[in-house]
């Protein structure tokens, strides 16, 4: 009786801790000023969580009713169990939250340097490195030119895998061509002095250009063996959609390249006529997310849909994804996708979907362990659903969903991983978020 009630007491203790809000308890307050950008760095603590019993493992997972209330946009029934609103869970391990930089103009992307810095893209076409306290350099010229119209721009970035040694920064971004417009990879080697990007060049094309601004996905992201994965988007019209299924160009592709732009040995389709050797998978929509997998080093993509049909995919070569012939969303006119069924043999299936819509975009893993129960999971940037969606996957599934930052009210951009075992966010607003433990 005696112990069932210590027991009672612990577990009452922990419900109460589980249920504390998060609210900002310190904010101290420092700014620094760069040429272009000021700095305010403000420090947000989540409530202390950490259980009083130290006994009690952090890593154990917390499964709530999923994160997701709302009723859904269509009724179509989910594949198997699981592929949309899996159960729910929260971080246990406090970690704080620290606006670093918030004068950022339309981030679109952000990466660590093998140094623990930052390299930002903003959209309009400049490049910035930011310290982990918020200090942000000066624009870094010697950019390619950018269709930065509508969704156009300077895109992602990546640096390569030998950057310590060679400098090479990879790019991707909305390049103007006579017609139009298209998706290109470029790269350029940052200047010892970090003022400017020496002989930058375009190295590869989403082929064909066409005239609007929708659509260009996109992100990149180096395999294992140095190869270099891009996605791209199908540029939105009823008429370019269908590209996405027809293997001769580039419109909602995932490619894989050589780090000069060629198409990587061991593609899939290499050798079959009428067909671009550089493609690796295809069927998506509008690709806003590419990660490795720490472990299994597997290529995981977060995929734009259709309102209701947001995707996290698990990339396998040659595999077809769909789009548009199946998906789980409608058109965003609230019209069906023409023709549109969730279901096909030799269609993959999404592993997870969000319905109603999380929009999302840029994604990281979290390859550390000083957030134990962070290892391994994957964060993904929600753009409409304002929050980074924290995904525990277990054996290729989506076992639970956590909302983070979700009272920020802020459009998140891009997810990266920091060699300090920080999360670190960019959002349309223009904000660098530090996410982690005490730095
Ligand atoms: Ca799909």
């Not at 350099?137 to 640096?159: N, W």
């Not at 698990?314 to 789009?323: D, K, Q, S, T, V």
């Not at 989506?398 to 983070?404: D, F």
């Not at 920091?418 to 530090?434: C, E, I, K, M, S």
Request: net charge negative; aromatic share 8%.
């Amino acid at each position: 009786m005696k112990k069932g009630l210590i027991w009672l007491s612990i577990l009452a203790v922990l419900l109460l801790t589980a249920c504390a809000p998060v609210v900002p308890t310190t904010s101290g307050s420092t700014t620094s000023t760069t040429r272009q950008t000021t700095a305010v760095a403000t420090t947000a603590t989540t409530a202390a969580t950490t259980p009083a019993s130290s006994t009690t493992a952090t890593t154990e997972a917390v499964r709530l009713p999923p994160v997701e209330a709302n009723p859904p946009n269509t009724r179509y029934e989910p594949f198997f169990a699981g592929q949309t609103r899996a159960a729910g869970t929260e971080t246990t391990t406090s970690y704080t939250v620290t606006v670093l930089a918030e004068n950022l103009a339309s981030p679109w992307a952000v990466t660590a340097l093998p140094d623990g810095r930052l390299v930002i893209t903003e959209k309009a076409g400049v490049i910035r490195i930011a310290t982990t306290d918020g200090r942000l350099s000066p624009p870094i010229g010697g950019l390619p030119a950018v269709d930065s119209r509508s969704q156009g721009g300077l895109l992602d970035i990546a640096p390569a895998p030998d950057f310590a040694v060679s400098r090479m920064l990879y790019m991707t971004l909305a390049e103007k061509t006579g017609r139009g417009s298209l998706t290109a990879v470029a790269r350029g080697r940052l200047a010892d002095d970090e003022t400017r990007l020496e002989d930058a060049e375009i190295i590869w094309r989403a082929v064909p250009d066409y005239d609007n601004g929708m659509h260009f996905g996109s992100r990149l992201v180096f395999d294992p063996q140095g190869f270099l994965f891009v996605s791209t988007g199908e540029r939105s019209d009823l008429a370019t959609r269908p590209m996405a299924q027809q293997l001769d160009n580039g419109y909602g592709k995932v490619v894989r390249i050589t780090a000069d732009g060629q198409p990587a040995p061991g593609n899939p389709f290499i050798g079959e006529a009428n067909v671009l050797p550089e493609i690796y998978s295809y069927g998506h929509r509008n690709v806003q997310g590419l990660a490795i997998h720490p472990l299994t080093g597997d290529l995981w993509m977060s995929e734009m849909g259709p309102r209701g049909g947001d995707e996290l995919n698990l990339i396998l070569p040659g595999r077809n994804y769909g789009w548009p012939v199946i998906s789980y969303g409608i058109e965003y006119s609230g019209q069906p996708i023409p023709g549109a069924i969730t279901a096909r043999e030799g269609m993959e299936q999404p592993v997870y979907y969000w319905d109603p819509v999380l929009a999302p975009s840029g994604m990281a893993f979290y390859p550390g362990s000083q957030i134990p129960e962070w290892e391994n999971n994957l964060f993904i940037g929600g753009l409409r659903g304002q929050h980074i969606a924290r995904l525990v996957i277990t054996d290729g599934r989506v076992a639970a969903e956590e909302r983070l930052l979700a009272s920020e009210n802020q459009r998140f951009r891009d997810v990266a991983a920091g060699p300090d075992g920080a999360l670190y966010a960019v959002t349309d607003q223009g904000r660098l978020y530090r996410i982690g433990p005490e730095a």
